[in-house]
């Protein structure tokens, strides 16, 4: 049974709607691990779950609670949920074990003094034991996001939102960080984490939430959506893929300006400039030489991708047209399949509703 049931939730600004029809369930001991690009509604989903943000419309029920019904006494259902922020929102004029404990005192009416030992524990286990009467000005950006979560964990959540944790600190803090919160999930503590760290998402999550076009775009195990994304947003984020896309429409097209095209992609992407006169000479062996003197005008567009993938610095180029199964490595000109089949790692053609042609090049 779902812990947390969130149902056709959306979210309008004056200028924006970053969350339009988003569904979605959470049970308890999941690590979900939200990514996509800037903008698609990651945090604002986070800040809808705890009320933080007001819906626009949709429900979200925790614990068979419906906390978007008016009459819902929002504060007690905030004690199951933890929350950290990218920005730690600690109290600046409070040292370090009274940031902790401040809220389980005030508001879980727990002892002084049993606060004060469950908090020293927490602060243990976050590693800043040592720095419990430290003010949070005197500590790294690192560590004040390791007293954030001591603090969110004080409360007793049943769940803790992780508002994208690391991107407020330098480079050299994130792995502290991530290390506690890679120790809570081996504890069972189920979590959501707003995350650009896609090796740690992989590493420490049982679902990850790709988000895009107002929802969840996509999600997945992390193997199902790093290693076989279905949908084609999800790839080219994954991989980071830089992308070049044209057609040629007729014989009379600016071929000469498609192979600047190739070589202003390659120059932007920093590719060796070996790859780019591949592809180049790719492109006018295949599309130059062949295809265009051998496909009926109504069977164009030629359409061609380039993609260049950030990730693993792979560079991959797609040909696709119309007409009736035609191959021009087998059926076209023999110099021509030389040079291609030469200067190419690989070369697939394929025919289903189209012709497709996909080759891989490389250093």
């Known amino acids: 049974m ?27 001991g999941d690590i979900i691990s939200v990514i996509g690009p800037s ?20 429900t979200v029920t925790v614990d068979d609670e419906r906390i978007t019904d008016p009459k819902c006494d929002i504060s007690k259902v905030r004690r199951k949920m933890g929350m ?39 602060l ?10 430290n003010f949070p000005d005197e500590l790294s950006g690192g560590q004040k996001q390791r007293v954030a979560i001591a603090r ?10 992780f508002d994208e944790p690391t991107s407020a600190l330098d480079p050299t803090m994130v792995g502290e960080v991530l290390s506690v919160i890679r120790s809570l999930a081996k504890e069972g503590m189920t979590m959501m984490i707003v995350t650009h760290e896609m ?15 107002g929802g969840i775009y996509e999600e997945g195990t992390p193997a199902e959506i790093f290693d076989s994304p279905k949908r084609e947003k999800t790839r080219i984020f994954i991989k980071r893929l830089k992308q070049l896309a044209f057609e040629v429409t007729s014989p009379d097209a600016d071929l000469i ?12 992407n920093l590719l060796s400039a070996k790859t780019v006169k591949n592809m180049q000479l ?25 993609e260049y993938s950030g990730t693993d610095g792979q560079t991959e180029m797609t040909v696709t047209y119309g007409g009736k199964q035609y191959d021009p490595l087998t059926e076209g000109s023999e110099l021509s399949a030389m040079i291609v089949r030469k200067i190419s790692l690989d070369y697939d053609f394929s025919f289903e509703d189209k012709n497709r042609i996909v080759l891989h090049f490389g250093e």
């Open 124 to 133: 243990r286990r976050v590693g800043l034991a040592e720095k419990a009467f």
């Open 2 to 28: 779902s812990f947390i049931k969130i149902e056709h939730l959306r979210k309008e600004y004056p200028n924006v709607t970053p969350l339009e029809d988003l569904n979605a369930e959470i049970n308890k």
């Open 152 to 161: 969110a964990i004080a409360m007793k959540p049943e769940i803790i939102l």
């Open 257 to 268: 300006g498609f192979i600047s095209q190739i070589e202003e992609f390659g120059r932007k």
């Open 199 to 213: 090796k740690f998402a992989r590493d420490v999550s049982n679902r990850v939430f790709y988000m895009d076009e």
């Open 39 to 58: 903008g698609t509604g990651k945090s604002t989903l986070l800040r809808c779950l705890n009320q933080l943000e007001q819906p626009t419309s949709g």
């Open 84 to 122: 950290v922020f990218q920005s730690f929102n600690l109290f600046a004029n409070r040292n370090v074990i009274e940031n902790v404990i401040s809220a389980p005192v005030d508001l879980l009416k727990t002892p002084r003094e049993q606060a004060y030992r469950e908090g020293m524990e927490l």
């Open 282 to 306: 790719c492109f006018e062996e295949l599309v130059m030489q062949n295809l265009i003197h051998v496909i009926s005008p109504e069977d164009m567009p030629i359409g061609f991708i380039a």
